[in-house]
Structures are given as C-alpha cells and as structure tokens.
C-alpha cells in the first residue's frame, strides 16, 4: 500500500475507534446547568447572554497534561484580568468530566488524583458525570470556547493572549434583525495555475426577530459576481447555508461576501459583521529541481509532520512524525529544538505542494520555542516558509504551493518508501524473502531495477527487477527466498534504475532485522487455555497472543494500554476491555496454523501483576497439560515464545460428499478429491504455518 493511502487508513482507524466524534468548530454549544463546588448553579445560556465568552476546562483529576496546565495558572490568570474582577469579558469554568472519579479527587485525597486541584483556585470548578457525553469529551483536557452567540470552539492549552484574541472570532447577538456571517467555506491562500471552487457561507441569525429573506452578494477584486436571494425562516441563534455557482481563479484575488439586504432591505443592528474577505494568490515559481527543506523544531518535536505532495496528492517526500494520524505524539524522528534538513529532487514540471501538520494546532513557535521551516531552491531562494499550521482542525496542514516550469526533471530516480516483509522474532528457522515497496520519484517510468540484499553486511544476492512503474507511482517488490536459522540484519539497497545509477540519493537503502528465538515449550495442541489472576490495579493489564507474522490471533484487557503501553500510566478503570480489581480470567484460544507464537503482557503501571498489590499471575497451558508460558513478577512488559507443531486434520462438510484429503495430516503436499451434493458456488483458499495466503 503506498504511503499516502497508508496515512489516510491510519486516520480512519484512530477515528473509528472513538467513541463518539468531537464537537465541530462553529457548531452550536448544548445548553447546560452545573452546580460548583460551593454550590453555585450556573447555566452556559444565561452566561451568554450577558455577553461573555465561556472558557471550559473538561479535566480528569488523574490526567498529567491537565494537571500541567492547571499548575501554569492560566485559566486563573484569566480569570483575574477578564473575569468579574476583571474587565468582566470571559467567564472561566472548570469541569471534572470523568464518571469514575470522585468528589475527593478533586481534592486531592481520593485513590485516583494527582493532588488538589482547587488550591489557589478563584474560578469556579464542577463535578459532573455527564458533560462528558453531553460535549463529546473524547479524551483529556478538552478546553472548549463559547462565543455569546453559542457557537464554539476546540480552543486547546493556550496561553492568556490566545484565549483573549479567540474572543476577535466572535460574533455578538444584539438588535432585532441582526444577520452575521459565521464561517467562510471556499478556496483560500496559494495555488497553482488556476483554482476553482463554489464559495459558501455560513450565516446566523444574532438579532431577537425571525429572518426571512437575505440578499448575499459575491465580489471578486470589488466587482460583483453573483447575488444569491436566500428566503426561509431563520429563528435567533439558528444558521442559514448559502451557496454560490462555481468559479475559476487566474490571478491574484480578494474574495468577498456580503449580506447586502436583510428582511426585504430592513436596517441590521450590525452591518460589520455581514461581510467576510478572504485573498488567494499563485504561488511561487521556479525553474528549479533540487530543493534542501530545513526544518526547526520546537519543544514538542513529536507533533510535526510534514509531505510534499505532487499535483495528484502523492506524497513524494516527508518526515517527522507520522504517527499523529493515529494520536501517537510520544516519539519523534526530530529532536527537540532541533535543525533538520533534507535534499529533495522534483521530477518534472508541474505543481506540487509542501504540507506542514502539527497535531496540537498551535504550530511550532513561538511560546514553546523558535521553530519553523523554510525549502530552499539551489540557488539559494527561499520558495516556501512557515511556522506551522494555526488551524481550527489540528490535523488540518499549513499548505503552500509551488509551480515548477522549465526545470530539467530529474529521469531515474526511485525510493523504499516502505517494507512489508518478514521482521521481528521467530523460533527455529524460516524462509525468508525480502518485499519492499517502490515508488518512483523520477520523471521517467521505471522498468528494471537492480536490488541488492545483504545479510549482517554481507550481499546475499542482487535481485533483478522488472516491470513498470509510472512516474509517481509505487509498485510491491517480492524478491528471491533464502533460508534463516540465525538472527541477522538485512539491508536492502538499490542498485540501479534503468540500467543507470540513481540520479538522487534518497531512501535508496532500508534496513530489516530478524531474530531467531529458543522457544520456551512445543505444543501440538490446536486449543489452549490462558489462566490469568490480576492484582489489585486489574486494569492496568492487556495481553495478547501473535503469530511469527505479527497477526494478533487473541487478546484482552485494557485496549487502551496496548501492546505499546508499558509503563505509559495511562489505564482507568472504564477504558474498554480493563478488567476488575483481582479478577479471575479463563479464555481458551485457537491456533490457527502451526509456527512461533508470543504471549505478551503488559501492565501499564510497569510494576507488573504481583506482588505489592496482590498475588496475581498468568498461565498458558495446552491441553495436555504442557506450560508455554507462566509466571507473575515482571516491569513493563514480558514476552513469552513457544512453538506449536498442530496435527492438522478436516471437518466433513455438509454440503459435499465424498471428499478424500490426502496424506492427512500434511506437510509439502495436499490432495483434495470431492463431489458437490448440489450446484453452489465454491471457493477453496491454502494458507501456509504464517497465516499467509499462498492459492
């Protein structure tokens, strides 16, 4: 699969597992009534309507980020200049939003806190098991801000002056016909050749009356363009969708939108916010091929990642993180403030587009260090520079084009974006066959290709590839099969392409490595037992067993800590899966195939399942009694190994007669002879000891 489909699987994937999707930007914020700790009851509407913006802090009392923030003070700083206090502008409020905690964590003395949280604190703070469901808290802290028109924000961990300049994106009800313009949905920025679009706006109703008819006009550099004529009923606070026709952009344009007549020409209470402006101009130019990108990060290194995509949205080159698709900003390619660069080669002419993601959405600088990033032509020119996406979405990239024109296209120029084959630990030996995948970066197709693959340094052989490869394109590389029966490293290379070296030296090596374990027990049985006592913190447990593929064949326990959550103290006792306080657990498990399984076990606190707090334990037994894998004391982590040699036989099945397998059970050869009892479709699939495949 090519890397950029890879991304877009992985985002899907960490949203499908959510449990519910975050409020959106712009939506209207639900109603809401909380009674504070000193038993002040206080509704969000009523707030708005005195004309304040609403800062809510959803927490968990047991989350470090939160506590982080908290401890910087910022909400209470807030809260002392625009608060009551203050210049009376923002109300701040403070919500423990996770059921399973209690009153006394809030304070610091329950068993899941991490002190108390209302010392030095002046705004008011909540308990309530609700909101969390109310406003879609998908994880902690979610700071929401709510504008007096009710519509709302996912504003984050920023600082005083960010909180205050949200409050310039807000539109203010008054009056009785009052119409404003909410959100801008169309091109804007940089683009490449031409760009065309259909414009649409948002439009609330923030007077007291009923809107029934709006003109909205369209101008593109002050010349009117298209006058929609929108009718309906629009209540207060209610929001209105209008669309115009398509457009096509040349040149360098200022867009604007404005709602020029309301309730057939009836004075609005505000006509400043009845227009949005938004400029697009083309992008740089350059006749360039080899580019350098510099990037400087800043203290959260693992949050940026960044693409250059050609003109269909192939990635061509990227680094940093990829793993903020899936959430994962632990770990980081870059260095903290750090200087990282990279050469790259553009293949042709044409337009292609540089994509700078961070996953907090506050970008790279400036409160947590000076960063940014800036491509370089070879002639010294900066054509591109940034610090980083500001946008509502955080995922959302910071995107700026380039049009490359009359530049000598670099011809044969291939990468290892990416490796599929065999790696990790396996018992005794295996066959092994290197795969990789391709991916052309040159402006010629690629039809032959010379691999070279090496084993702990030594060349194993060099593998002659051939086949088409279209500029921009990935193809799957299957080269020849050789045995292991010892751990090695393997280094892939290429050699060359279209019987030329390659033009550009750029992921042109990638490196493997297999591990051949001792297996601690053999079983022949199809079915085994796992017998799992957990300890007091049941929930901070998760288990698994793989196949020498790396498939996860069972499972179970705190999906949330993982394979990967060792020592991470991220577990509650209501994340899926998490069992109870010294729970008792049978599960038998079916091997599908015979080869080299592993039983992992992690335990999220990372000190194990015994013995401070309760004699837990684990064993993996087969039927027959032999132990694969036992025992309780351990840290973070515990990998157990062991082989399983199964007898393999067949089941009859109902709707076939007269079927013979031979020799049962089998090894390099299978024959299969039967008779269908009635017409039906069939379909018949061999798998080999991995799991894989094979016909």
């Not at 604007?256 to 505000?270: C, E, K, L, P, R």
């Not at 039927?623 to 190994?641: H, K, M, P, R």
């Not at 009635?678 to 799991?691: D, S």
Request: proline residues 4%; charged residues 15%.
């Amino acid at each position: 699969m090519i890397k950029k489909f890879t991304l877009v699987t992985f985002l899907m994937l960490f949203l499908g597992f959510t449990a519910h999707t975050q409020l959106p930007d712009g939506s209207i914020a639900p109603d809401f009534t909380v009674t504070d700790l000193d038993g002040n009851e206080w509704n969000l509407y009523d707030i708005l309507a005195e004309g304040k913006t609403v800062i809510i802090d959803a927490y968990a009392t047991w989350c470090g980020p939160c506590w982080n923030y908290h401890e910087a003070g910022t909400l209470k700083d807030i809260w002392e200049q625009y608060g009551p206090d203050g210049t009376d502008e923002i109300f701040v409020i403070a919500i423990e939003a996770d059921p399973s905690t209690s009153l006394g964590d809030i304070y610091g003395t329950g068993a899941s806190t991490i002190g108390d949280w209302t010392e030095g604190v002046t705004y008011p703070m909540a308990n309530n098991n609700t909101f969390g469901n109310l406003y879609n808290i998908n994880f902690f802290p979610t700071l929401y801000t709510i504008c007096p028109n009710r519509t709302l924000i996912e504003s984050g961990q920023v600082s005083v002056a960010d909180h205050y300049a949200n409050i310039g994106g807000c539109l203010f009800p008054g009056g009785e016909i009052n119409a404003g313009v909410l959100q801008y949905g169309g091109f804007e920025g940089l683009f490449c050749n031409d760009v065309s679009f259909e414009p649409t706006i948002k439009v609330q109703n923030i007077g007291s009356m009923e809107i029934t008819s709006m003109d909205v006009e369209l101008s593109l550099n002050s010349a009117s363009t298209e006058v929609v004529n929108w009718t309906g009923t629009l209540a207060p606070y209610e929001v209105a969708d209008v669309s115009f026709g398509e457009i096509m952009l040349l040149e360098d344009t200022e867009l604007s939108i404005n709602v020029t007549s309301v309730n057939d020409g009836m004075t609005d209470f505000n006509l400043e916010d009845n227009i949005v402006v938004r400029n697009t101009a083309l992008g740089e130019e350059t006749d360039q091929t080899v580019f350098t990108l510099e990037v400087v990060t800043d203290q959260y290194s693992a949050e940026t990642y960044w693409e250059l995509v050609d003109g269909n949205g192939v990635a061509l080159y990227s680094g940093g993180n990829p793993g903020i698709f899936q959430g994962e900003v632990s770990e980081s390619t870059y260095d903290q403030f750090s200087t990282n660069t990279i050469e790259m080669a553009l293949p042709a002419d044409g337009c292609y587009e540089l994509n700078f993601y961070d996953f907090f959405g506050d970008g790279i600088c400036c409160e947590y260090g000076d960063g940014s990033y800036t491509l370089t032509d070879a002639n010294g020119n900066a054509v591109i520079s940034g610090t980083g996406a500001r946008a509502d979405d955080q995922l959302n990239p910071e995107n700026t084009p380039i049009e490359l024109s009359g530049a000598e296209g670099v011809a044969n120029n291939g990468a290892i974006v990416l490796y599929t084959g065999l790696e990790g630990q396996f018992c005794s030996s295996i066959n092994y066959a290197p795969q990789v995948v391709i991916q052309n970066l040159g402006a010629e197709a690629i039809t032959t290709m010379e691999l070279e693959v090496s084993v702990n340094g030594t060349t194993q052989y060099v593998y002659d590839w051939t086949g088409e490869i279209a500029a921009g394109s990935f193809s799957p590389v299957s080269m020849d099969e050789f045995l292991l029966d010892a751990s090695a490293d393997i280094n892939i290379a290429i050699l060359s392409i279209n019987g030329e070296v390659d033009a550009y030296e750029y992921r042109n090596e990638l490196d493997a490595s297999v591990e051949i374990v001792t297996p601690n027990a053999t079983t022949q049985e199809e079915i085994i037992t796992l017998n799992l006592v957990c300890d007091e913190y049941g929930y901070e447990t998760y288990w698994q067993v793989t196949d020498d593929a790396g498939n996860v064949v069972a499972s179970g326990g705190n999906t949330n800590v993982g394979p990967n959550g060792g020592g991470e103290r991220v577990a509650t006792p209501t994340d899926p899966g998490a069992y109870g306080e010294f729970e008792e657990v049978t599960q038998e498990i079916t091997l599908p195939a015979s080869g080299c399984y592993n039983f992992l076990i992690v335990d999220d606190y990372g000190d194990g399942i015994c013995c401070s707090y309760g004699s837990g334990s684990y064993e993996l037994i087969d039927g027959t009694g032999v132990v694969l894998a036992s025992g309780s004391s351990f840290t973070t982590s515990l990998n157990n190994f062991y082989e399983a040699n199964l007898v393999t036989s067949t089941n009859q099945l109902t709707a076939i007669s007269d079927i013979t397998v031979f020799p049962n059970p089998t090894s390099a050869e299978l024959n299969v002879n039967f008779e269908l009892a009635e017409a039906m479709p069939l379909n018949i699939e061999v798998f080999n000891a991995l799991g894989q495949r094979v016909q």
